[in-house]
């Protein structure tokens, strides 16, 4: 059964809201968990020039990184007078992700939580290189926290991929399915499993039948038709081991990117959580351009869960 015993929140010094914090206390205190506060940063004027000697570069950075400990201390103070064990870090890095995931793999919390902004007029989620990166190349649980509050119940989504059924990425179903269990119960909140089907490429490929055009929209309609059912005894079958009420699965038909968001939007769903399984390419290691399409969308937060040989997929 998952637990979380050690919670890291990724801070931004440089920020005035820090919703990674707040969720991150109330997700530490709700699971008696131990709160590591950790502040990566870097200045480049610092980097090496014009300090020609290494003597006093070192001291300069230390000096930085100094102010950044200094600003975490009251932070810190305050968290423990409210009962939560707290630890705090300061390293110096550059690039940030890099630092941060060195950090997490090192001291491997349960959960890594860490800001990013969601802008409601464009309907996009505004990651930064950083968040993209992290994204891309933590291997441990990672929260996108944005401003907006949880509520006393929150709804919480897991997005599912039942047409892994048999391969290494179907066990992504039942941590997704683990995790948002887990925070359900530590929040009293609600779980709801989503599946977006879209079956294009099946009535393309049953579009004919030799050299002669099938019936049309009927048979189309009996194609889909018996996708849904067949997608809907696969998420019968991973949903089996897991407590979640037959009237809060959602087979939707439509593409991942517009059906997630939406649902997600419909439920009024505090978070989301779904998964992403490493793919390489030269120097490349990302999630799909689906998922990250739907990352773009999401209004809310979001849970990213990855398996357990991510570390060993990627090309870095």
């Given at each position: ?131 993209w990166n992290l994204i891309r190349a933590c291997p441990l649980p990672l929260l996108l926290a944005k401003e907006r509050e949880w509520p006393a119940s929150p709804r919480i989504v ?159």
């Open positions: 059964m998952k637990r979380i015993d050690r919670v890291l929140a990724v801070l931004d010094p440089t920020a005035d809201a820090q919703p990674a914090l707040r969720k991150a206390a109330d997700l530490a205190r709700a699971c008696s968990a131990t709160l590591d506060l950790l502040v990566c940063d870097f200045d480049p004027a610092l980097s090496g020039q014009p300090f020609a000697e290494s003597g006093t570069l070192a001291r300069h950075r230390e000096a930085f990184l100094a102010d950044r400990r200094a600003a975490l201390d009251p932070i810190a103070a305050e968290l423990r007078a409210g009962g939560l064990a707290v630890e705090t870090h300061v390293r110096w890095g550059h690039p940030l992700h890099r630092s941060i995931v060195e950090y997490a793999v090192a001291t491997s919390p349960d959960l890594v939580v860490k800001d990013t902004h969601y802008h409601g007029l464009l309907r996009r989620t505004l990651f930064t290189n950083t968040d897991a997005a599912l991929d039942p047409g892994h059924l048999g391969d290494k990425p179907a066990a992504l179903d039942h941590d997704i399915l683990d995790w948002a269990g887990l925070l359900a119960q530590r929040t009293g909140g609600e779980v709801h499993a989503v599946h977006a089907f879209f079956p294009a490429a099946l009535l393309a490929a049953t579009a004919f039948t030799g050299d002669l055009p099938f019936a049309g929209a009927a048979v189309a309609a009996e194609v889909v038709a018996a996708e849904r059912e067949r997608l809907g005894r696969a998420l019968e079958a991973v949903l089996a081991a897991h407590p979640v009420d037959p009237a809060r699965v959602h087979l939707e038909q439509g593409a991942a990117s517009e059906v997630l968001p939406r649902v997600a939007e419909t439920l009024d769903a505090a978070l989301v959580v779904m998964g992403a399984v490493s793919r390489s390419r030269v120097q490349e290691a990302f999630l799909g351009s689906t998922a990250e399409r739907v990352l773009d969308r999401i209004g809310c937060d979001v849970l990213v869960v990855k398996p357990p040989d991510f570390t060993e997929r990627l090309p870095f």
